[in-house]
């Protein structure tokens, strides 16, 4: 047995740990229904609260932290934040149509691009001068340049547990949750304070603010103009999810300096493939909404899976830096979208 047998396999997807043991339904039962009720427990506080709901489920989901050290949990813990995070990902894919992206225009788009790009290589740089590494740096500077939670917990799966351990991306999780929520009552107020025209605070929000729930709640906060223009170019930074990890998957170098040679994953063809289809219209609004519903769900208890197995001794000796990170980061982000919504709009 390697010395990585014992370590949390949430984010194993190319097996560069110990591979998970063959596992019933009976096994799974335990921890899934734990994740379960945790993220049933996080949907009603969401709701009566109008707290965000991946927040509360990693809170829920640290409170009961304590019963992931219980050995019947881990196999249903392991499914819920490995497997159903994947299919969360996969369903995403029917929030896009390839219409919404081309009707922001080329430019528009591409600034959209760069802003990520810039906000992705930004954390890295951070985190490396913080001496927390690369791997860390593309977690956190990817969740606050795409889609908030979603993307770290995809980026986590991509990078694997030895390169993005648990307690990390349980940290990101909490990080990125809170700025998220600051960030969709602090943003519209600042673009009112700027006296920024509907298209310009659409943008500048739909391309900052990490969450898509945040993003499009800060929109029409704004305006209805502006939470139309938010949800496409939010939709458009969640769409950019599938390439980035590809490029992460495809470039990211081992600690050995060589290239891990990881292949497509196929929960981003999945991705590709869900949102082309919804482009054709041959998916009924009932069935994209149903599709929407279930990405969320699935997210959401793959999040409160990962609080309950994360190290807590190892998240609380990180640290501020790593949230220093975040914070920076999303400045980086603002600053751009503001610049973009200026300019453009």
Same mark, same amino acid.
């Given at each position: 047995?390697?010395?990585?047998?014992?370590?949390?396999?949430?984010?194993?997807?190319?097996?560069?740990?110990?591979?998970?043991?063959?596992?019933?339904?009976?096994?799974?039962?335990?921890?899934?229904?734990?994740?379960?009720?945790?993220?049933?427990?996080?949907?009603?506080?969401?709701?009566?609260?109008?707290?965000?709901?991946?927040?509360?489920?990693?809170?829920?989901?640290?409170?009961?932290?304590?019963?992931?050290?219980?050995?019947?949990?881990?196999?249903?813990?392991?499914?819920?934040?490995?497997?159903?995070?994947?299919?969360?990902?996969?369903?995403?894919?029917?929030?896009?149509?390839?219409?919404?992206?081309?009707?922001?225009?080329?430019?528009?788009?591409?600034?959209?691009?760069?802003?990520?790009?810039?906000?992705?290589?930004?954390?890295?740089?951070?985190?490396?001068?913080?001496?927390?590494?690369?791997?860390?740096?593309?977690?956190?500077?990817? %969740?606050?340049?795409?889609? =908030?939670? &979603? /993307? *770290?917990? !995809?980026? #986590?799966?991509? @990078?694997?547990?030895?390169? $993005?351990? +648990?307690?990390?991306? %349980?940290?990101?999780?909490? =990080?990125? &949750? /809170? *700025?998220? !929520?600051? #960030?969709?009552? @602090?943003?519209?107020?600042? $673009?009112? +304070?700027?006296?920024?025209?509907?298209?310009?605070? =659409?943008?500048?929000?739909?391309?900052?603010?990490?969450?898509?729930?945040?993003?499009?709640? $800060?929109?029409?906060?704004?305006?209805?103009?502006?939470?139309?223009?938010?949800?496409?170019?939010?939709?458009?930074?969640?769409?950019?999810?599938?390439?980035?990890?590809?490029?992460?998957?495809?470039?990211?170098?081992?600690?050995?300096?060589?290239?891990?040679?990881?292949?497509?994953?196929?929960?981003?063809?999945?991705?590709?493939?869900?949102?082309?289809?919804?482009?054709?219209?041959?998916?009924?609004?009932?069935?994209?909404?149903?599709?929407?519903?279930?990405?969320?769900?699935?997210?959401?208890?793959?999040?409160?899976?990962?609080?309950?197995?994360?190290?807590?001794?190892?998240?609380?000796?990180?640290?501020?830096?790593?949230?220093?990170?975040?914070?920076?980061?999303?400045?980086?982000?603002?600053?751009?979208?503001?610049?973009?919504?200026?300019?453009?709009?």
């Amino acid at each position: 047995m390697t010395r990585y047998a014992s370590v949390p396999l949430a984010a194993d997807l190319y097996n560069d740990l110990e591979p998970s043991p063959k596992s019933s339904w009976r096994d799974l039962l335990p921890g899934l229904t734990v994740a379960v009720l945790a993220t049933m427990a996080a949907a009603f506080v969401a709701d009566h609260y109008g707290a965000p709901l991946t927040l509360m489920a990693l809170l829920i989901g640290l409170a009961l932290n304590f019963i992931g050290a219980d050995p019947r949990m881990g196999p249903g813990l392991g499914f819920a934040s490995k497997t159903l995070l994947r299919l969360g990902i996969v369903l995403a894919g029917a929030r896009i149509t390839v219409g919404q992206i081309i009707d922001l225009g080329p430019l528009t788009l591409l600034a959209v691009l760069v802003i990520l790009l810039a906000t992705l290589g930004a954390g890295i740089a951070f985190a490396r001068a913080a001496g927390l590494g690369s791997a860390f740096g593309t977690l956190a500077g990817g %969740a606050v340049a795409i889609c =908030g939670a &979603s /993307a *770290a917990m !995809a980026l #986590a799966t991509t @990078l694997g547990e030895r390169r $993005a351990n +648990q307690a990390q991306l %349980a940290l990101v999780l909490v =990080g990125i &949750s /809170a *700025a998220s !929520a600051a #960030a969709m009552f @602090l943003y519209p107020i600042l $673009a009112h +304070q700027l006296g920024l025209n509907d298209r310009q605070a =659409g943008f500048m929000l739909g391309a900052s603010i990490h969450d898509v729930a945040q993003a499009i709640g $800060a929109g029409y906060s704004f305006s209805d103009e502006a939470g139309q223009v938010a949800a496409i170019v939010k939709l458009t930074r969640v769409a950019l999810l599938a390439p980035v990890l590809a490029l992460v998957a495809a470039f990211f170098r081992s600690e050995d300096g060589k290239k891990t040679g990881i292949p497509l994953p196929w929960f981003v063809v999945g991705f590709f493939v869900f949102a082309g289809i919804n482009s054709l219209g041959v998916i009924p609004t009932m069935v994209s909404n149903g599709a929407q519903d279930v990405a969320t769900a699935c997210l959401a208890c793959a999040v409160a899976a990962t609080g309950i197995r994360a190290p807590m001794s190892s998240l609380l000796e990180t640290g501020f830096k790593p949230l220093l990170v975040i914070i920076l980061a999303s400045l980086v982000a603002l600053a751009l979208s503001l610049g973009g919504a200026l300019i453009l709009l």
